[in-house]
Structures are given as structure tokens and as C-alpha cells.
């Protein structure tokens, strides 16, 4: 049996949450709680597989994406309406602000090899560097090359989170503490960054993504164990590269992040003088990479929403990428410090994501959809769970900021 029938978009959808949002809030968690904050990614990796694992299930059964089966499933005219917009509002705002994210943390790693001058745009300074990666991220799209080159870049995120691997197996942390990670612990000073955390790993749109793949790729019940295989080793893979990123800044000699240069910090002891340009190249394929899969699941949900073509080649698809990177563009060039754009990103995708996975849940409960494919009640208790541990740190985190 070919091994590739085992591997499917799992790798693409570990590298669109390995972005530079990833290395930043996981960064940030190590620098200021230590490994206190290891079980929220912990967590955060069940709550992926669970989540995921169903989303794509409804791809294969379905023949289609997420948002495509929301918009297909709910029939009443006040409720379809409210339900697609609400979906559409939180995925697409969603989408431009971790857009923005991408971009900025794209740019903030190259910034540490290149520099390029602002540009004055009425009141506001845009960076070149940010104009000059969405343009790559549009091309790339608008080509429809942008798997080749993905797999590409994809090569140095994975380089990239083999050096962190490597470097938490180096630094040698206490197992003891690092085990007491694993404990929950929740206050008013952590609550921001575990929903960040959180956000950061088990991202939204990454749920349209997945069904949307998984329905091109596979269509026989039978291949259903290639789906799971290729969702579980993916996200663990993944979820590991995150807990090194918290080991190593735990473990390094930074005291605050504020830049790609602190994030480098960590890999000194491992690569020394070269690690600043392995942190460059790094962040920048992870921005990219992440900054081509953001306007790209956004545009499915747009156009699953709304019936419309989900080829990329497609009017509705071509329009909805242009807007969602423009926005994330718009949003990258308000002036505000890369690292906290980045890390609210998360948050929001933190806040979002209680909403989605209610809609899979149902979803994944409905014999019309599902056949004899719907959800056991053990995953129902595991899934009713996940869902209420993001309501509660999604709710928590906007009474934060609120207050």
C-alpha cells in the first residue's frame, strides 16, 4: 500500500498554525510564566485533533467544505441568514486580523537581514516589507502555484522547528518542573496569553481549510483511517514543535519579546551567530506560508457561504482572497507593534472559535449529513467539553480586555 495515501492536508493545516503567530505566543508563554503554561498546548492539541478530525470527517461524507454543508443545512430564513453571517463576519474579520499577523511577523523576521524604508500613505507608515509579502501571497494565489511553492517553504518551517526541538533537547530543562506544566493554572495574569495559546493552535479557519482538502482529496468511507492517520500525526508533530518553542524561551536568557531579535535569543546556545538568520528565514516562510493559507480558507467560506465556485481560479474565490489580504494589509499598517498584533490575533481566533465548534458539533449530529457516520457519545462528551472550556477562556478573555 502506498504510503501516500496516508499523508493529505494534515502537514499544510500543522504549518498554517506554525506560523508567526505560533513562535511569538508560545515565545511570550516561555519568557513570562516558564512552563506553566505547557498544558493549555497540552490541551490545545487534543481540542485540534477532536475538532479537526470531525471537520474533516463532514468533508469526506459531505463531498464538500464546511461552510458549504452550514449553508446547506440550516433552512430556516431568519436563522440561515443570522447563522451564515455571523460565520461569515467572524471568519472573514477573523481571517484579516490573523492576515495581519502573518504579514507583520513575515516582515519582523526579515527586518533582521534586510531593511526597507516606510512609505507615508496619508497618516499612516506602511512598511514596504509588509506591502512587499502580501504581494508575494497574492501572486502566489492569483497563479495558482502557491502549493509548490508552500511545500517550499513548509521545508523551512520544518527546519525552522527542528532547531527549536533541538534546542530544548540541548538546554537540558528540569524534567520535574517541566512536568508540572502540565497543571492547570489559571489567573487573571495568564488568562490573555493561554487563550492566545490556545488560539494559535487550534485555529478556525483551519477547520474550512481541512473539510475543503479533505473532500477533494478523499471520497470513500474507507479511506476514513488515511484522514485520521494523517490529522493525528500532523497535529501532534505540530504540537510539539510548540511545547519546544515554550521550552527554549523558558530555558534562554530573554527577558522580553519584543522583536524577532529577542525570539532568536532562545537558539543562540544552538546556533550561535547564525541563529538571527535561521530565525529570519524562518519566520518569513512561516509568515508567507501562513499568509497564503489564511486568504485562501477565508475565500472558502465566502464562497461555500454563498454557493458560489470554491476553484481558486474562480471570480467569487479570486475576489474574496484580494479583499481578506487587503484588510489583513490595512490592519498590519495601523502602527501597532508587530508582536501585539500578532498575539491579539490569537486571542481573537481564541474567541472565535466557541462559535465554530458548536457548528460542528451539530453538524456532525446529523444523520442527514452524516448517515451512519455521526459522532459516538464518547466523542460528544469529549467534544461538549472542548467546547465549554472555550466558552469559558473565550468569555474570560473579552471580560478582560474590557475591563
Not at 21 to 40: K, S
Not at 265 to 271: K, M, T
Amino acid at each position: 500500500m502506498s504510503w501516500k495515501k496516508y499523508i493529505g492536508p494534515g502537514p499544510l493545516v500543522a504549518a498554517a498554525f506554525i506560523g508567526p503567530g505560533t513562535v511569538t505566543v508560545c515565545t511570550l508563554a516561555g519568557v513570562n510564566f516558564g512552563f506553566d503554561l505547557l498544558w493549555a498546548l497540552g490541551l490545545s492539541i487534543v481540542a485540534t485533533i477532536v475538532l479537526q478530525e470531525m471537520a474533516a470527517r463532514i468533508g469526506l461524507l459531505a463531498q464538500k467544505g464546511l461552510a458549504s454543508v452550514i449553508s446547506d443545512t440550516i433552512h430556516i430564513g431568519v436563522v440561515r441568514y443570522f447563522s451564515i453571517s455571523l460565520v461569515m463576519l467572524a471568519v472573514v474579520l477573523g481571517n484579516a486580523a490573523y492576515e495581519a499577523g502573518n504579514i507583520s511577523g513575515g516582515a519582523m523576521g526579515a527586518e533582521l537581514i534586510v531593511s526597507l524604508p516606510n512609505l507615508n500613505i496619508g497618516q499612516f507608515k506602511v512598511k514596504l516589507l509588509n506591502l512587499v509579502i502580501g504581494a508575494i501571497a497574492l501572486l502566489l494565489l492569483m497563479l495558482g502555484s502557491f502549493k509548490t511553492i508552500s511545500k517550499y517553504l513548509t521545508v523551512l518551517v520544518i527546519l525552522m522547528s527542528l532547531a527549536f526541538i533541538t534546542n530544548a533537547i540541548v538546554l537540558g530543562p528540569n524534567w520535574r518542573d517541566l512536568m508540572t506544566g502540565f497543571v492547570p493554572k489559571i489567573n487573571t495574569e495568564n488568562i490573555i496569553t493561554i487563550v492566545a495559546l490556545i488560539g494559535t493552535t487550534v485555529v478556525p479557519y483551519n477547520l474550512f481549510l481541512h473539510s475543503s482538502l479533505v473532500s477533494q482529496k478523499w471520497n470513500t468511507l474507507s479511506e476514513l483511517k488515511y484522514i485520521r492517520f494523517d490529522t493525528i500525526i500532523s497535529v501532534v508533530l505540530g504540537g510539539i514543535v510548540s511545547m519546544a518553542i515554550v521550552v527554549t524561551a523558558a530555558s534562554g536568557k530573554a527577558i522580553d519579546v519584543n522583536s524577532a531579535a529577542d525570539l532568536a535569543i532562545g537558539l543562540e546556545g544552538l546556533l550561535g551567530v547564525f541563529a538571527k538568520y535561521f530565525m529570519a528565514f524562518g519566520l518569513f516562510a512561516a509568515g508567507v506560508t501562513s499568509a497564503i493559507t489564511a486568504p485562501l480558507a477565508g475565500a472558502l467560506v465566502v464562497s461555500g457561504c454563498f454557493g458560489w465556485s470554491t476553484n481558486i481560479n474562480s471570480k467569487p474565490m479570486r475576489l474574496s482572497i484580494i479583499f481578506i489580504l487587503g484588510l489583513g494589509l490595512i490592519f498590519s499598517s495601523l502602527g501597532i507593534k508587530p508582536i501585539q498584533l500578532i498575539t491579539w490575533a490569537q486571542v481573537a481566533n481564541g474567541i472565535l472559535l466557541p462559535l465554530l465548534s458548536a457548528y460542528i458539533l451539530w453538524i456532525i449530529n446529523k444523520k442527514s449529513v452524516m448517515k451512519n457516520h455521526v459522532n459516538s457519545m464518547f466523542l460528544n462528551i469529549v467534544g461538549g467539553i472542548i467546547w465549554l472550556i472555550t466558552l469559558f477562556l473565550g468569555g474570560w478573555s473579552i471580560f478582560k480586555v474590557l475591563n
